[in-house]
Structure formats: structure tokens, C-alpha cells
């Protein structure tokens, strides 16, 4: 860092990836295509140690999230641990399985929020996209029991083209459970996604006409429900600023304990990521080659290095740029800006017009021995 | 379409919405699901006075006392910022 550089800003959030272990093989999940088996996860202590040092950093929002977190044995003492430390803990959950059983203890533990998925909101859809029978009469009676327990409400939808017909369905279940935010959330094309991404990319017609169904919804329903909307990226003109920037704004800790800038970042090749179970999280956030690879501006080329947007965007997502062309230092593609910016559009457009029926490959621990086929979910947790 | 904020509302935290000192920023800070609002001193004040007993009209009254300055702009600046809240879901009235 020279003179002229920035101080060194605290992180604000944590995201804990508390187990990979999951009821649901979403297509597009955002955990690695190898998962950390359960022998491997970090034991309570552990994560305890984590959350105090994390507090003490200056993180003050962590979610807790895998995988299913609920799955966790200890999900109700590490939720108490975030509450002791005055960490603000967003549990983020399918829903299914022994969810709704922890529910009340995890309320009594002093949970601050509940982010909830939907795969979609018509049930033979979600389960065919989740991969798992018998959800959706799971995750509305889970939800129906958040907010008895007044504990805050968001749902979540990941949509993609198997959905994106749905989006105004969401938006009237998010009112009917009694939801205060929604997030329609575009998928973004990493790991599993990135697998299936041509059964999952929708049409630039059918974006455009489900960021409008929100942008009405948004007016109808101001001071009732908030709506987020994430915009897919590959049809958007400027990138996004992935995780607010590399390095600047979130800690990433896996199941295993390696600490990410972001959840896709082990995808990037020769980048060494420090664990927790070695070094403090301060000495991680600070020091790590990961998290010093690509912080700040200095790493970038042209045309981000002398762009007004450098600091807006922090040069886009860096999984991204290595997906799309081969290094993970390239400006995000996704840019107006950039040399593949037209090939990327190009893509989008071809995938998205592939007519024949979703074909997924379902999230699992042991990619490649399942057949690829949408018909048989069966929902095993290894 | 949504009712703007009255003076003789009463507003509340809900769970999840929640304040505290974020001691290494230095800041008062209300933490909301998804969202961190940085609150300077005039607005920490009024958001401590949300309390689900006083009116909005009690906390203008409250900060007036306190803060030298004119009713009306004070009015003005504490209802724009409770609105900005509600429309975001982190207050309840």
C-alpha cells in the first residue's frame, strides 16, 4: 500500500458457511461443484472463536448459511453466540428437513432475521427445480411459523428460465406469508450455475419484462413489502461490485474453515486462501494473498485502471472474468467496456433460445454419477 | 398506495430491527435485515426515542427540548427519516 492508499476498511459482514450438507440439489446452487464432506466441517469451538473475532473486527451482519445450516447440531449455541457477541444473525434457510423444529429455540437464542427460499411457487415446479419431494408444504409451514414468532421474514428466489414465468407469483406469496422483504434475485453463473447455465439462462425479453412486474410491484406495495431485485448480469451494461468489492465489505468462511473474499473465489487457480484454523481472522482479513490478490485498484488493467467507475464497481466479479475468459484479472466481461463484452451478450442470447425442455445436473457430493436427468429427484443428505 | 407518516403516529422497532454502537466505526448504527443504516448523533436520538409509546409528535417535542433549533425543521428532518424507515420495512407503526 503506498501513502496515497486508502486505510484498510473493517469488513461488515460474515458469511458462515456452516455445512455443505443440504436436503435440496438446486441446479444453481452457489456452493463449489466439490463440496467439503461433513468430516471436514469446523466443530462448534470453533466457530465460536470465529464469531468473536469477527465481532471484534467490525463485522456486524453474519449469515448463517451452507449448505442447509439447520443441519448443524450446534445451530441454536452458534446462533446464541452471535446474539452474546451482538453480531446481527441472518439465518439463511430452506426450510425443510428439522428446520422448522429448531425454529423456536433458534427465536429464544435471539435470532434476528430469517431469509427463506422458494424454488418456485408452484409445487410440482419448486420440486422439480429443488430437486426434492414434499418441500413446499415444508417451507410454508415454516414460514407461517416465523412470523407467528414475529421474527422478521424475507423470501428468497433465485430465478432463472424454469421461473421466470412466476415472478409476479412470488411477489403475492411474499405478501400472503407475511413477508417484509422479498429478493428476486437473477441467477448468477457461478459453480452449479455455471454448469447448467444453459438450462437455466432466460430469454432478454423475459428479464426485461420481470425486472417491469417488480418495478410495479415495488410502487403497489411500497411500505408493505420491500422488493430487492438482483438483475442478471450477463444482459447488464456495467458489472456489478461483486461483494462490494474484493476484500472490502465480506469474509467468506467455508464449511472447512478457509477464508474467502467471496464464495466462488477458490474457483480462481494459484490463489492461496489462509483457514481459521491456523490464524486469526484479523491476521486473514489483513494479510492473506487471497484477500490482497485483487483489493483495492492497483491489480486492475485497462480499461478499468483509468475508468470513473473503478470505485463503483471495484472492476466487477473476478469469477466471473476467469469463467469467461480464461484470467481471473481481466476487466468482468460483463462490461460495455470490455473487448468479449459482445461475445458475452452473443452467449446469453444463443443459450437462452435453446428450446429443448431444462435438463439439470443436480447438485451433489459426487458430481457425475447421477444421471442428468429433471425426473427423479430423491433427496438423500450424505 | 401507501398513507405518509402522521404526527400523532406511534412508532415501534420491530424484532430484527435493532440498535447498537458499532465501536470500531465509532458510529451508531440500526441494523435491519440485509441493511446497515450509519446514524449520526440527531438520528440516533430519534430512533432511541422510538419506543412504540410516543407519538411522532412526542419526538419532535423530545428533540426540540434537547436541540437548538427550529420546531418546523425539526419536524421536517424527523419525518423524513421515520418514513424512509417505514417504507423500508425496519419500522412499524
Redesign the interface.
Known amino acids: 500500500m503506498n501513502a496515497s492508499a486508502p486505510e484498510l476498511p473493517a469488513p461488515i459482514g460474515l458469511l458462515a458457511e456452516l455445512t455443505h450438507r443440504c436436503q435440496l440439489r438446486c441446479p444453481y446452487c452457489s456452493n463449489p461443484l466439490e463440496l467439503d464432506k461433513r468430516s471436514g466441517e469446523l466443530d462448534t469451538a470453533t466457530w465460536r472463536r470465529v464469531l468473536s473475532e469477527a465481532a471484534a473486527l467490525g463485522v456486524l451482519h453474519v449469515h448463517l448459511s451452507g449448505g442447509e445450516p439447520t443441519i448443524r447440531t450446534d445451530i441454536v449455541e452458534i446462533t446464541a453466540h452471535c446474539a452474546r457477541t451482538g453480531l446481527y444473525s441472518n439465518l439463511i434457510t430452506s426450510g425443510v428437513g428439522g428446520a422448522l423444529e429448531k425454529l423456536d429455540a433458534l427465536a429464544d437464542a435471539g435470532l434476528d432475521h430469517v431469509q427463506l427460499s422458494f424454488q418456485a411457487v408452484d409445487k410440482a415446479n419448486a420440486e422439480r427445480i429443488g430437486g426434492f419431494v414434499n418441500a413446499q408444504a415444508q417451507k410454508m409451514a415454516f414460514a407461517g411459523r416465523v412470523t407467528a414468532l414475529g421474527l422478521p421474514l424475507t423470501l428468497n428466489a433465485v430465478i432463472h428460465r424454469g421461473n421466470i414465468d412466476e415472478v409476479d407469483r412470488f411477489i403475492d406469496l411474499a405478501v400472503a406469508l407475511g413477508a417484509r422483504r422479498l429478493e428476486i434475485a437473477h441467477t448468477q453463473y457461478y459453480g452449479w450455475a455455471s454448469m447448467n447455465r444453459a438450462a437455466l439462462m432466460p430469454t432478454k425479453a423475459d428479464v426485461d419484462r420481470s425486472i417491469q412486474i417488480v418495478e410495479t410491484a415495488r410502487k403497489a406495495l411500497e411500505g408493505r413489502l420491500l422488493i430487492d431485485l438482483v438483475v442478471p448480469d450477463y444482459y447488464a451494461t456495467y458489472p456489478k461490485a461483486c461483494v462490494g468489492g474484493w476484500g472490502r465489505r465480506l469474509i467468506n468462511v467455508t464449511p472447512s474453515g478457509r477464508v474467502l473474499p467471496c464464495h466462488a473465489a477458490e474457483t480462481i487457480p494459484g490463489l492461496e486462501f489462509w483457514s481459521v484454523r491456523d490464524r486469526t481472522l484479523a491476521d486473514i482479513w489483513t494479510s492473506s494473498p487471497a484477500f490482497m490478490a485483487y483489493r483495492g485498484t492497483d491489480w486492475m488493467p485497462e480499461p478499468c485502471r483509468s475508468c470513473d467507475r473503478k470505485e463503483r464497481d471495484w472492476g466487477g466479479c473476478r469469477c466471473q472474468a476467469l469463467a469467461l475468459t480464461g484470467d481471473a484479472s481481466a476487466t468482468d466481461p460483463v462490461c460495455v467496456y470490455s473487448p468479449h463484452h459482445a461475445r458475452i451478450k452473443t452467449l446469453a442470447a444463443a443459450e437462452a433460445s435453446v428450446n429443448a425442455e431444462s435438463t439439470y445436473v443436480y447438485r451433489s457430493f459426487s458430481l457425475g454419477d447421477r444421471p442428468a436427468s429433471a425426473g427423479s429427484p430423491a433427496g438423500d443428505v450424505s | ?2 398513507e405518509f407518516l402522521r404526527l400523532d403516529d406511534v412508532l415501534r422497532l ?5 440498535l ?1 454502537f ?1 465501536e ?2 465509532g458510529t451508531h ?1 440500526l ?4 441493511r ?1 443504516f450509519d446514524l449520526d448523533a440527531v438520528a440516533a436520538d430519534v430512533l432511541g426515542f422510538v419506543d412504540g409509546i410516543r407519538s411522532v409528535d412526542d419526538i419532535v417535542t423530545a428533540l426540540a427540548e434537547k436541540y437548538v433549533e427550529d420546531r418546523g425543521v425539526i419536524e421536517r428532518d424527523v419525518i423524513d427519516l421515520l418514513d424512509e424507515l ?4 425496519v419500522l412499524d407503526r
Open positions: 398506495m401507501r420491530p424484532r430484527g430491527s435493532r447498537r458499532d470500531v466505526r448504527v441494523l435491519a435485515p440485509e446497515t417505514l417504507r423500508k420495512r
